[in-house]
Nanobody, 126 residues
Framework: QVQLVESGGGLVQAGGSLRLSCAAS?????????MAWFRQAPGKEREFVAA????????NYADSVKGRFTISRDNTKNTVYLQMNSLKPEDTAVYYC??????????????????WGQGTQVTVSS
């Protein structure tokens, strides 16, 4: 099992940047987990944002954030990051960190992930 603690959310104006962090306390080697970010805007369902595979670290992005967001990981720090650039008001949401240890790929459904953080609020003003 793994516990996930998120940080880095806040208020930023449109066009700005923000970096989210998710620190993991893993019951197995952190590098063995595929990690992902999801988000949920007010009144909407939770949606996939980005994922980074365990092992070689392949990445996958939702079309809405491709070219603007970058997911990365530092296995020496047990941390996954989401660098968000060129932010838009429609990016406003609670962002959640998630982890999976199955090794399957790609994993785009929320049901594929076993562990979740508490979420961190990102608000983009126009």
């Amino acid at each position: 099992q793994v516990q996930l603690v998120e940080s880095g959310g806040g208020l930023v104006q449109a066009g700005g940047s923000l970096r989210l962090s998710c620190a993991a306390s893993a019951g197995r080697t952190f590098s063995s987990y595929t990690m992902a970010w999801f988000r949920q805007a007010p009144g909407k369902e939770r949606e996939f944002v980005a994922a980074i595979r365990r092992g070689l670290g392949s990445t996958n992005y939702a079309d809405s954030v491709k070219g603007r967001f970058t997911i990365s990981r530092d296995n020496t720090k047990n941390t996954v990051y989401l660098q968000m650039n060129s932010l838009k008001p429609e990016d406003t949401a609670v962002y959640y960190c998630a982890a999976d240890d199955s090794g399957l790929w790609p994993l785009l459904r929320i049901g594929a992930y076993d562990y979740w953080g508490q979420g961190t609020q990102v608000t983009v003003s126009s």
